[in-house]
């Protein structure tokens, strides 16, 4: 799969994370989309982020949304697998946001979710045929692991990785989305981004090594 940024919050910038050919959105200058995503946002987003195809990095967990961009024209039935210590499925309340998408999605597509927060979680759903899109929150990582803007899980990267590596050994997958992380306006620090900029490096090699990315 290839793989694109979209920028919102200048996070990536700030870290100095551009994987070679990977192409870039860059929305920072539009307004409304800080954890709740306006009606002016949904339109350039729809027009811009669109079809599950490849592997987008999606900025922090303030823009998880996007994920219901991409993932809601998959024209079939699938699984969304969701490696977030959040949910993200409350009530709409007349506005999409960070923390209900996944409704948002279930109601437009009829997926089956399953939410892994820790490793054991990932059993229940090993052996569906369902094709797979993956929705990855580095949230659902220990503070050791990966620092962002939400409370975080247990999850180690090992872990992860071995979730990771089992799910493209044994469904097909559409397409994934990673978000997650600390911006500049949240609290990083200098040391803060170029650690989160090796780590998302290494992070691209191994899905090089279990073939999610060229």
């Known amino acids: 799969m290839n793989q694109f940024l979209v920028s919102v ?10 994987p070679r050919g990977a192409a870039k959105l860059d929305f920072r200058e539009l307004e409304g989309t800080c ?20 592997i987008a990095w999606i900025d922090s967990g303030d823009y998880h949304y996007l994920s219901y961009f991409r993932a809601r024209g998959i024209g079939r039935e699938f ?24 409704t948002a999605l279930q109601e437009q597509s009829g997926c089956k979710v399953s939410l892994i927060r820790k490793a054991s979680d990932y059993e229940a759903c090993q052996d569906s045929p369902l094709p797979v899109f993956i929705s990855l929150d580095l949230d659902v990582l220990r503070k050791e692991e990966w620092l ?46 170029q650690t989160a900029r090796l780590r998302r490096e290494r992070l691209c090699d191994f899905l090089k090594e279990i073939s999610l990315l060229k």
């Not at 954890?35 to 490849?54: L, R």
Request: proline letters at 1%.
């Open 148 to 193: 962002t803007n939400w409370d975080q899980g247990e999850m180690t990267m090992q872990e992860l990785q071995s979730i990771l590596a089992s799910i493209c050994s044994k469904r097909k997958v559409l397409g994934m989305d990673i978000c997650g992380g600390l911006s500049v306006s949240k609290g990083a620090t200098e040391e803060t981004l």
């Open 35 to 54: 954890c709740y995503c306006s009606e002016e946002a949904a339109e350039a987003f729809s027009k811009a982020v669109s079809g599950p195809e490849g």
């Open 9 to 18: 919050s200048g996070m990536f910038e700030a870290e100095g994370f551009h």
């Open 79 to 102: 699984e969304l697998i969701l490696l977030d210590n959040h949910s993200d499925d409350f009530d709409l309340c007349g506005m999409l946001s960070c923390g209900n998408w996944v």
